[in-house]
């Protein structure tokens, strides 16, 4: 073990649990949950509610338009599924069920990442069809975020079967291959100058990168081909890779490369 | 609908069961497959003074219905919402069932015998060591007639103190005394038949859309039935009363005193008044003035004979010279206009004139006076005694009138218009009781507010107090609560439910309550209703006759109530109603109120009820021929009253910019102690708000429903604002209610009372108001 | 939903190499229990929304439900529907007879939308339309069988605006007045207080949706 970036992602995430709950506990600095929410005054927007309540609703609110390009553009130069590795609670859940499932010894279906981004589609697809924000209705994030806030418990249901099957069918299908908000940053990250770096003669090729990563197949170019850099949108930057490697061949870059 | 015979034996065998202990079955109509088993029983509604009579549906020993009782003459089946829910008041989960002591700071569960042994010592003690006036009765104007009358006969027959009060003195002691000192006999001559039968209404300081809601129901109807009918509300807030009211006249507070006088100026300056009648009726007198307000301890004021100066007519006028329209606008704020307006209308020949009037009136440091002065208003024109055109002062209580005042459960009182002060009135109560007159004591016992004022300055030793709340109701109330934590006195409460004045209680009694026994109520128009037993207390709630007379057996009074047990009710009441006979009183013999839904007395030697009183027309104590006769009065004629203007008690100023006034809902009674165990009265409405005026509140920034501070001299609270609602008290007036036993709004209130009938004034204190 | 078995279409490639039955059998339960939410949202007809809420169809998808107006909400009216309501899981309701909408002259509720879900140009709370309070059971209302009720009409936050009493003799009892209480539906916000205070143990007075007055060309 080379570095602990586990260490802050996992207190990013339990912040954002803390603060979800927070309003319960009478404090007031924040409000809403990842769909809409105030932090210390500063209105935050979760760009994909915003995109399918702009078909759906044909509403617009500028200071919305304003928040959801302000979380857009931070997403954009953290990069790659940073909302997904850092923030998002179905995300905490389902590593704590992947944990259990490698104990378990299930499951090791895996569906591809693009998946995700047809996900995306269908949900745009839907809304501007039918004005049904499909995301919003089934979303697991906003089922935890209001089992949290409002202590609304029944739909949780969705949640533990989304955990059953990723634990006894396919390795965490849900957040690889289902989910339209991470096909949505996948895309959104593509770009970003954040990412991971690969120094090939360093690498032992010892694999230990591939088995931590939720996403190895981000990984392939550089291992396989010797890319200097992991530019695939999927890779969630939770630095697991970074934490996994002895030879330090991984590392994290700034700067496109 | 009558009770009849064969109503018995048309009887179901369940009502038969009924019928071998006593109680008449009536069955209302059309009302058989569908309530098998049920059986029902006639009963006056347990609320307000209005007096609607119910049927009360029993099954397995439970009410299972009541309803308005469409044979009743005063309501024809129809209830307010809190009459609907009558029998839920009786079911609240914490009824009272056991009696329990005092042991510390816990209340433990005690057996009838310890509790009445208990009480019975401590009265010894008290009296023993500090005389009989060292103890004392608290009654109440819900108290029926049979309550009232153990309580009168063991307090001044068998102990031999004064110290009865109802709490009727909160309510009507003020129309007690003027109808005293106008007319020489308590309660109206005028009945509801004058709402179906006059032209114009004049309401003085009532809200009877709320507080007498069928008959409020029944005014209307008078005015929907005739386009002419004139409804005018003159008042100190806009309530629902007023958006039926033709005509709303803003006063301000107090201000009815220089209004009346005002008008009356104007009736004799245009010669107005009806010169006939006043030649063969009326007297004209002038009382004792620059009265104090009661605020001090023990202050004494009385209005003897001596200072009671007679006055021509032509001296009245003069007198009266002084409240011009101009006067009376300037301290009332009724425009002088509107002055000369009401005069012509009090006076107009070809309208039928009534006034009516409630708290507002007689809840006022000068109470008696204002009453004297609506009076003088009917009595100048000549414009009383008449179908359809009366004065009428309405009650709060369903037996205020039977019980609290026809009783004379006052600390100055004998049954049927008697008082202890006069030698006369004491032997013929010794006489009826079979006691020695000497027993009866001359001196005026303490008065409500001096009752517990006595017990602060550690005067009174005992004090039992029976079916009202008083560590709720009274003003100042914060003083008495504090006397009563310190255990200055021994307090005994007998009540159904638990109370903010059974938290101060050394002993609580569970007693039963309405149907669960046998009684008589008496209500605003002289009706006297009566009920039979129906069910059973629940677990060893007993009544509260059968307390005091068991308290009496251990006082060694037991002698004073020898009563059958079978017989009880009825020879009680015979006894009772000797007092009654001849005196322009009288009621009927028992079984009489068995059969009918009430009657309003004097009831005639023919069993026939009396609608107008001192009038030939209707009146068996009228000759033919004498027309209109206040018989009662000395010379038989009434008194027209010269009471000018006297400011408040408190009145705002800077610190305390605003005027504070509580009072009632339709939803809730009194201190809510029935109607707050109503899940569905609760759910209409919950608690107390704070009424204030819509530019008041946005000059303070305050919305509806903020949190707003109250603050008098005497304590604080906090309410939300209720802004545009129900009520809106006028500019820098602020309103409550004061059935929230969770804000006790009455400590806000002064003490200051009326100095001749010493009921508080709990509508004019000084408060201010802060968004909290 | 016909949209979400296009989307197992897509996945049909990888279907075909194998191991993909299980995502499939996913998606297309999803939809099922979609269809069922659906329906069931359908069915309920009327959910009363806060004030400023845009057009139910719109609002289902303006909505982002995010919860902020249940946390600005002084009472605690506003809940977030779930899985009961389909579609509108998650989202913003008002249960009258729970606790209604008291009708905050600031508008805490509205402040706060992000979204446009509650519209913003609303300020003035008389001009809240969430729905119409409606007498739907006569037969049962005290009042108008004589009785001196008429809780709503006091409680009601527009008293003489919204609801007002239309006196009319008694003809049963020959000398009383039958005070009914009419909704004006003009001024009617919807905001469920009468329905929170009807004294019966069904409320005769309940909030539906706002009816849009049928206009013609007949005068009179």
């Known amino acids: 073990m080379s570095s602990k970036w586990w260490i802050p992602r996992r207190t990013a995430q339990l912040t954002i649990l803390a603060l979800i ?237 | ?252 507070p107090q201000g009815d005193l220089a209004a009346i006088n005002a008008i009356i100026h104007v009736i004799l300056r245009d010669r107005l008044y009806d010169e006939a009648f006043i030649k063969q009726h009326v007297n004209f007198k002038r009382g004792k003035e620059n009265a104090p307000y009661g605020l001090k301890d023990k202050e004494v004021f009385n209005e003897t004979p001596a200072d009671i100066k007679n006055l021509t007519f032509d001296e009245y006028k003069v007198m009266m010279k002084q409240f011009t329209p101009q006067w009376g606008e300037k301290i009332s704020g009724i425009p002088a206009k509107k002055i000369e307006e009401l005069a012509r209308i009090y006076s107009d020949k070809s309208r039928k004139i009534n006034s009516l009037w409630t708290m507002g009136v007689n809840q006022h440091s000068r109470g008696v006076w204002v009453n004297n002065l609506i009076y003088n208003l009917h009595l100048l024109t000549g414009k009383i005694c008449k179908p359809g055109e009366n004065p009428l002062s309405l009650t709060g209580q369903p037996s205020a009138c039977g019980t609290a005042r026809e009783v004379g459960t006052f600390s100055h009182r004998l049954p049927a218009d008697m008082v202890v002060m006069n030698e006369a009135h004491r032997k013929k109560a010794a006489g009826i009781w079979g006691i020695d007159p000497n027993k009866i004591s001359s001196k005026v016992g303490l008065h409500t507010m001096e009752m517990f004022r006595a017990i602060d300055r550690s005067e009174l030793k005992c004090i039992w107090i029976q079916c009202t709340n008083p560590f709720q109701s009274l003003p100042n109330v914060s003083r008495l609560r504090k006397a009563a934590e310190a255990r200055k006195a021994f307090i005994v409460v007998s009540d159904i439910y638990p109370t903010k004045s059974t938290e101060v209680a050394d002993v609580i009694l569970p007693s039963a309550s309405w149907v669960e026994k046998e009684g008589v109520f008496g209500n605003t128009e002289r009706r006297t209703q009566q009920w039979f037993k129906m069910i059973e207390p629940p677990g060893q709630a007993r009544e509260d006759t059968w307390q005091m007379i068991e308290f009496a057996k251990r006082m060694g009074l037991g002698h004073l109530f020898p009563y059958s047990e079978k017989g009880f009710y009825k020879e009680m009441w015979e006894e009772y109603r000797k007092f009654t006979i001849g005196v322009g009183k009288d009621l009927a013999p028992y079984e009489a109120y068995a059969k009918v839904r009430g009657l309003r007395w004097p009831v005639k030697p023919d069993g026939k009820e009396t609608r107008w009183r001192y009038t030939e027309a209707d009146d068996a104590n009228v000759k033919k021929g004498e027309g209109i006769k206040f018989y009662k009065a000395p010379d038989n004629k009434a008194n027209v009253w010269f009471r000018p203007y006297e400011p408040p008690a408190e009145s705002p100023d800077k610190e305390y910019p605003f005027w504070f006034s509580t009072g009632r809902v339709l939803e809730h009674w009194h201190t809510g102690t029935m109607t707050g165990r109503v899940p569905e009265l609760r759910r209409a409405v919950s608690g107390a708000t704070i009424e204030m005026h819509p530019e008041d509140a946005k000059r303070m920034g305050i919305k509806n429903r903020d949190k707003v501070r109250v603050t008098s001299r005497r304590g604080t609270i906090v309410l939300p604002a209720e802004i545009n609602g129900r009520g809106t008290p006028e500019k820098g007036n602020v309103f409550t209610t004061f059935f929230d036993e969770t804000k006790l709004v009455n400590e806000l209130c002064i003490d200051a009372f009326d100095p001749l009938s010493k009921e508080p004034d709990f509508k004019k204190c000084a408060v201010k108001v802060k968004k909290a | 939903m016909d949209s979400e078995t296009t989307c197992s279409g897509i996945t049909r490639r990888q279907f075909l190499k194998g191991s993909a039955i299980t995502p499939l059998t996913l998606i297309l339960a999803g939809t099922g229990v979609a269809t069922v939410y659906l329906r069931h949202a359908d069915a309920q007809g009327f959910t009363l929304r806060p004030p400023g809420a845009i057009a139910e169809k719109r609002f289902l998808a303006a909505c982002v439900r995010c919860g902020k107006c249940a946390q600005a909400c002084p009472y605690l009216s506003i809940k977030m529907a779930g899985g009961e309501a389909g579609v509108g899981i998650g989202t913003p309701v008002i249960v009258p007879r729970e606790i209604p909408c008291y009708l905050c002259s600031d508008l805490p509720c509205v402040k706060v939308c992000p979204s446009g879900a509650l519209d913003k140009k609303l300020e003035d709370i008389e001009k809240i339309r969430m729905g119409t309070a409606v007498i739907i059971d006569r037969e049962s209302c005290l009042s108008i069988r004589g009785l001196r009720c008429e809780v709503c009409y006091r409680q009601c936050p527009l008293i003489d605006k919204a609801i007002v009493i239309e006196p009319r003799h008694n003809t049963r009892t020959g000398e009383h007045t039958i005070m009914e209480p009419v909704v004006r539906k003009e001024k009617c916000v919807g905001c469920g207080i009468c329905e929170k205070s009807c004294v019966l143990p069904k409320p005769v007075i309940v909030v539906q949706k706002t009816v849009e007055t049928q206009k013609d060309s007949y005068e009179f």
Request: with cysteine; charged share 20%; aromatic share 8%.
């Open chain 1, 21 to 257: 709950a927070s309003p319960l506990l009478g404090m007031t600095f924040f409000r809403g949950n990842l769909a809409a929410a105030d932090l210390f005054g500063l209105p935050l927007a979760d760009p994909l509610a915003f995109l399918q309540a702009l078909i759906g609703g044909m509403v617009i609110v500028l200071p919305y338009l304003g928040s959801a390009l302000l979380v857009a553009a931070f997403y954009f130069i953290l990069g790659g599924r940073t909302f997904c590795g850092w923030i998002c609670p179905v995300g905490l859940i389902t590593e704590l069920g992947e944990k259990l499932r490698r104990r378990m010894g299930s499951g090791e279906v895996t569906m591809p990442l693009t998946a995700s981004r047809w996900s995306l589609g269908l949900v745009l697809l839907t809304v501007a069809m039918t004005g049904i924000p499909l995301f919003e209705v089934l979303s697991p994030i906003g089922i935890i975020n209001r089992a949290i806030a409002f202590v609304s418990l029944m739909p949780l249901l969705v949640l533990a079967a989304i955990l059953l099957v990723e634990i006894t069918v396919s390795r965490r299908v849900w957040c690889r291959s289902l989910c339209p908000l991470g096909g949505f940053y996948s895309i959104l990250g593509r770009f970003s100058p954040v990412r991971v770096g690969f120094i090939e003669n360093r690498c032992t090729h010892c694999d230990d990168c591939l088995r931590v990563c939720p996403v190895e197949e981000v990984l392939t170019p550089s291992l396989k081909l010797g890319a200097r850099q992991v530019t695939a949108g999927d890779c969630s930057r939770c630095f697991a890779c970074v934490d996994s490697c002895h030879a330090k061949a991984l590392s994290i870059d700034l700067f496109y490369k």
């Open chain 2, 1 to 252: 609908m009558g009770l009849t015979r064969r109503d018995f034996i048309k009887a179901s065998a369940a009502a038969a069961a009924f019928a071998a202990v006593g109680v008449p079955v009536v069955r209302p109509k059309g009302a058989q497959a569908a309530e098998e088993g049920i059986t029902w029983g006639k009963a006056p509604c347990r609320y307000c003074g209005v007096g609607c009579c119910v049927l009360v549906g029993v099954k397995g020993g439970r009410i299972v219905a009541t309803k308005g009782d469409p044979a009743g003459p005063v309501n024809k089946g129809l209830n307010c919402i809190k009459g609907y829910f009558l029998s839920k008041a009786l079911y609240g989960k914490d009824r009272l069932t056991t009696p329990l002591i005092r042991k510390g700071n816990k209340m433990v569960e005690a057996s009838w015998d310890e509790a009445l042994d208990l009480i019975a010592s401590k009265y010894k003690e008290a009296i023993a060591s500090h005389g009989p006036d060292s103890v004392a009765m608290y009654g109440s104007g819900q108290w029926t007639i049979h309550e009232g009358y153990t309580a009168s006969k063991l307090m001044k027959g068998g102990i031999g103190t004064n110290n009865l009060e109802p709490n009727a003195r909160l309510c009507m002691a003020s129309a007690v005394v003027a109808f005293m000192n106008t007319f020489g006999s308590d309660e109206p001559m005028g009945c509801y038949d004058d709402l179906d039968l006059g032209d114009t209404y004049i309401l003085w300081g009532a809200n009877m859309a709320e507080a007498h809601p069928v008959l409020f129901s029944r005014l209307i109807d008078n005015k929907l039935k005739h386009p002419g009918v004139k409804l005018i509300d003159i008042a100190t807030r806009r309530t629902r009363t007023t958006k039926m009211a033709d005509e709303y006249i803003a006063m301000r």
